[in-house]
């Protein structure tokens, strides 16, 4: 079975500043895939970056990174200048390559202070 | 650009009620995902489809049933309602390709409350 665990229920970032959210997986799956989902207030999941398990280059996508260990199992999400609009519920996942949808993680609030 | 469709956005039922979630994928996206987000919960995967066949199911309880039609829309049938079964029901769809690869196009739910 796989898992994807997120110990930080919440996290608080000043705008403008750099906040890392934490993500480690477990998987069986020699080819796999990684998610980072931002889910605003309006409750509508949308993809921020992914990364291939077979890539060892980190994947970016303007303002979000992301820091992928794969021997350590951890697939962290680092956003660069926050944006209040950067406030949402963030959801690392995880795909095994198949049709069989992808596990989540419990989630990390990310607040935005002005 | 075209997204994913749920209806209804939001739906009260009694107990023991049924209810019926509908879902339209992005055109030319020819699989199709159920998810249970519980209150404060991460999302559940409950089953998929992929050119109207069910491809893979997780979690969904045997009172749930779902099917994906000619026209590739999804049904998800929800049957002895429970209150443990409110919750936001998403679905989401993607190109066989990108599904593979678990990225998927999610729709922005559908609320139900179980009283």
């Known amino acids: 079975a796989q898992t994807v665990t997120q110990s930080q229920p919440e996290m608080s970032v000043q705008e403008a500043e750099t906040v890392t959210l934490s993500c480690t997986y477990d998987?069986?799956?020699?080819?796999?895939?990684l998610f980072w989902y931002k889910q605003p207030p309006s409750r509508q999941m949308i993809l921020v970056i992914r990364q291939e398990a077979y890539k060892q280059q980190n994947a970016t996508e303007n303002r979000f990174s992301v820091n992928f260990q794969k021997a350590a199992k951890s697939f962290s999400l680092k956003i660069s200048d926050s944006q209040l609009g950067d406030a949402a519920m963030y959801f690392c996942a995880l795909s095994g390559g198949g049709a069989d949808g992808l596990t989540f993680g419990k989630g990390t609030h990310l607040i935005i202070q002005p | 650009a075209a997204g994913v469709i749920q209806s209804p956005r939001h739906l009260i039922k009694e107990k023991r009620e049924t209810a019926t979630l509908k879902c339209y994928p992005i055109p030319r996206h020819d699989t199709v995902y159920w998810y249970q987000q519980g209150p404060g919960q991460d999302p559940q995967f409950l089953i998929s489809?992929?050119?109207?066949?069910?491809?893979d199911k997780g979690s969904i309880p045997d009172r749930f049933s779902a099917q994906q039609f000619s026209d590739y829309h999804s049904e998800l049938n929800m049957s002895s309602l429970e209150l443990g079964d409110s919750a936001l029901y998403f679905c989401?769809?993607?190109?066989?390709?990108?599904?593979?690869?678990?990225?998927?196009?999610f729709g922005e739910g559908s609320r139900l409350t179980v009283l």
């Open positions: 998987t069986s799956e020699s080819d796999y895939y």
């Open positions: 989401a769809s993607s190109p066989w390709d990108r599904a593979r690869t678990g990225e998927l196009f």
């Open positions: 489809f992929y050119e109207k066949m069910q491809s």
